[in-house]
Structures are given as C-alpha cells and as structure tokens.
C-alpha cells in the first residue's frame, strides 16, 4: 500500500474516545445529574494531568536532542543515520502533539458536559454537596433495584448490600416501592439488616 492512501486512511483513526462515546458512555451513563457532573469532573482532572505531563515530555524531548549536536565524521553511513534519527525526532514530536490535541478535543467535550450541569446545580456549598450525594446515592439504588427485577424478578444480593448502605430514610424509601406489601420479603430484609449490623459491630 502506497504511503498517500496510508495517510488518506489513517486521517480517520482517532485515538481516544469519540465525542458519542464520552456523551453516552462515559458521561450518559452515570445515572442522575450530579453523578454525571462528578464524572465530567475526574475525566477533566485527569485529562489536564495528562495534557500537563506530555507538554513536559515534549520539552524534555526537545532539550534532550539538543544535547546529541555534536561533531561527526561526515560519511555516507554517518549522513544517512543522522538523516534516519532526525526523521524518528520528528515523528516522535508529532505524535506527542497529535496526542497533546486528543486529549484537549476531549478536554473540550467534558468541559461542555460540565458546564452545561454546574449550570444546572449552581453554587455547591457542604450541605448541598451532602444533600446531592444522597439522592444520587439513593437513585443508584433505584437503578440497581430496578434493573434487578426486569432481568430476574427479585432483587440480587449485591443490589440489597447496597440499598443497606445507604442512610435508612433512603433504605426505606427504596424498598418500600420494590417490597410493597410481600410481608415474607420484609422479613428477609429485617433479618439481612440485622445480620448486617450484627456483623458491623
């Protein structure tokens, strides 16, 4: 294959996340508003690290190859290895930058998201913080619950250790829609809260 259609086939490849990718999966799928925001906000931490650290090796690279300018006796093999190392230099600096621009392209779309739910939110003091923590907690919850009975009928484990988590006006908010009136079920669940606490102390 020549180079030119390498390139022209190449200039499709993306190298981290799409823009659909980090709106669906990575932001959209974190449940409720504040769960989205919290995520928008590592993935932009993380980003600015990384952007931060291949900005540093981009310079160490370049003050690193001015050290190698030193005498060489000129010869057809000297010439052409020096011309070889030059061209690996170059590419190296390109992809470094090609990955500096990714990350700013997705440091760009979660800047968006985020922006888009502080608007939403507002100031953020301790006891909002607090109040958003618990109904994003307890709508995970929700969640899990809910896709427990779709896919099996009853509600896993897993799911139960959960909801026990969380405080108990959240407990029972939750299992008082998923366990209405089974009088069976809220012995379980007592006898599961009770083993749990037995277990914590």
Same mark, same amino acid.
């Given at each position: 294959?020549?180079?030119?259609?390498?390139?022209?086939?190449?200039?499709?490849?993306?190298?981290?996340?799409?823009?659909?990718?980090?709106?669906?999966?990575? =932001?959209?799928?974190?449940?409720?508003?504040?769960?989205?925001?919290?995520?928008?906000?590592?993935?932009?931490?993380?980003? #600015?690290?990384?952007?931060?650290?291949?900005?540093?090796?981009?310079?160490?690279?370049?003050?690193?190859?001015?050290?190698?300018?030193?005498?060489?006796?000129?010869?057809?093999?000297?010439?052409?290895?020096?011309?070889?190392?030059?061209?690996?230099?170059?590419?190296?600096?390109?992809?470094?930058?090609?990955?500096?621009?990714?990350?700013?392209?997705?440091?760009?779309?979660?800047?968006?998201?985020?922006?888009?739910?502080?608007?939403?939110?507002?100031?953020?003091?301790?006891?909002?913080?607090?109040?958003?923590? #618990?109904?994003?907690?307890?709508?995970?919850?929700?969640?899990?619950?809910?896709?427990?009975?779709?896919?099996?009928?009853?509600?896993?484990?897993?799911?139960?250790?959960?909801?026990?988590?969380?405080? =108990?006006?959240?407990?029972?908010?939750?299992?008082?829609?998923? #366990?209405?009136?089974?009088?069976?079920?809220?012995? =379980?669940?007592?006898?599961?809260?009770?083993?749990?606490?037995?277990?914590?102390?």
């Amino acid at each position: 294959m020549k180079e030119i259609e390498i390139k022209k086939i190449m200039a499709d490849y993306q190298q981290l996340h799409s823009d659909f990718q980090i709106d669906h999966f990575i =932001v959209g799928n974190q449940g409720d508003r504040w769960a989205q925001y919290k995520q928008c906000l590592r993935e932009i931490s993380a980003r #600015l690290e990384n952007i931060r650290g291949k900005r540093a090796e981009l310079n160490l690279f370049r003050l690193k190859n001015g050290w190698r300018k030193r005498l060489y006796w000129p010869t057809k093999y000297n010439i052409e290895k020096r011309k070889i190392a030059k061209q690996q230099r170059a590419k190296q600096i390109e992809a470094i930058n090609d990955i500096i621009k990714e990350y700013e392209r997705e440091l760009s779309r979660f800047l968006k998201h985020a922006t888009r739910l502080k608007a939403h939110f507002g100031n953020i003091n301790r006891e909002r913080r607090q109040q958003l923590e #618990l109904e994003s907690w307890t709508a995970k919850g929700r969640r899990m619950a809910a896709v427990d009975r779709i896919l099996t009928g009853g509600i896993s484990h897993q799911t139960f250790e959960f909801i026990l988590s969380l405080p =108990v006006e959240s407990q029972n908010s939750i299992l008082d829609k998923i #366990l209405p009136s089974d009088p069976e079920r809220r012995i =379980v669940i007592e006898n599961l809260k009770n083993e749990r606490q037995n277990n914590a102390i």
